[in-house]
T-cell receptor, first 110, second 112 residues
Framework: DQQVKQNSPSLSVQEGRISILNCDYT??????FLWYKKYPAEGPTFLIS?????DKNEDGRFTVFLNKSAKHLSLHIVPSQPGDSAVYFC?????????FGAGTRLTVKP | KAGVTQTPRYLIKTRGQQVTLSCSPI?????VSWYQQTPGQGLQFLFE???????NKGNFPGRFSGRQFSNSRSEMNVSTLELGDSALYLC???????????FGQGTRLTVV
């Protein structure tokens, strides 16, 4: 049931540079997309979201881009900071049906 | 405002046993969703409850079941435990009309 895929299990970037995390989905019924961040021993915390009627949403250092025709979304973090090191999950929602990707572990090196 | 509370935090069970996990949502939240997190598989959706009714169910065997009480607290039960059921079980609560679920810290289940 891999309706949401994060094909990169890990990503390493230098502090101050851009981090780009990618996510693909297969179900065209999804109309709301979210990114969650997870630290070890904690539950995921909501980061940023985007509705299918938009193609971009910004919140500080975080920007989410949505390409509906390609069924692809990405999360950009600029500039990356060591505290951003965590596992990032993308999620897609249609009504009460939410599916998560497998996660990408981001490591930001000082 | 208290967060989502999951109990117990850690649990060790033997193969073949059954287990019940509890999730208390944020006050006023009527939706509770359950997820299983295993390495490499991310968060796999188990089921979602809203006002004591199961609204959605993922692709898990019937050994996994759940329920929600009138106070919105939810429990999930796994019967005839298998080694592969070892995972972090997370629940998330929301008002029900929006998908911004707030997660609890999870219950780490180890089956030996």
């Amino acid at each position: 049931d891999q309706q949401v895929k994060q094909n990169s299990p890990s990503l390493s970037v230098q502090e101050g540079r851009i981090s780009i995390l990618n996510c693909d989905y297969t179900n065209s019924m999804f109309d709301y997309f979210l990114w969650y961040k997870k630290y070890p021993a904690e539950g995921p915390t909501f980061l940023i979201s985007i509705s299918s009627i938009k193609d971009k949403n910004e919140d500080g250092r975080f920007t989410v881009f949505l390409n509906k025709s390609a069924k692809h979304l990405s999360l950009h973090i600029v500039p990356s900071q060591p505290g951003d090191s965590a596992v990032y999950f993308c999620a897609a929602s249609a009504e009460w049906n939410m599916r998560f990707g497998a996660g990408t572990r981001l490591t930001v090196k000082p | 405002k208290a967060g989502v509370t999951q109990t117990p935090r850690y649990l060790i069970k033997t193969r073949g046993q059954q287990v019940t996990l509890s999730c208390s949502p944020i006050s006023g939240h009527r939706s509770v969703s359950w997820y299983q997190q295993t390495p490499g598989q991310g968060l796999q959706f188990l089921f979602e409850y809203f006002s004591e009714t199961q609204r959605n169910k993922g692709n898990f065997p019937g050994r996994f079941s759940g329920r929600q009480f009138s106070n919105s607290r939810s429990e999930m039960n796994v019967s005839t435990l298998e080694l592969g059921d070892s995972a972090l079980y997370l629940c998330a609560s929301s008002r029900g009309a929006d998908p911004h679920g707030i997660f609890g810290q999870g219950t780490r289940l180890t089956v030996v």
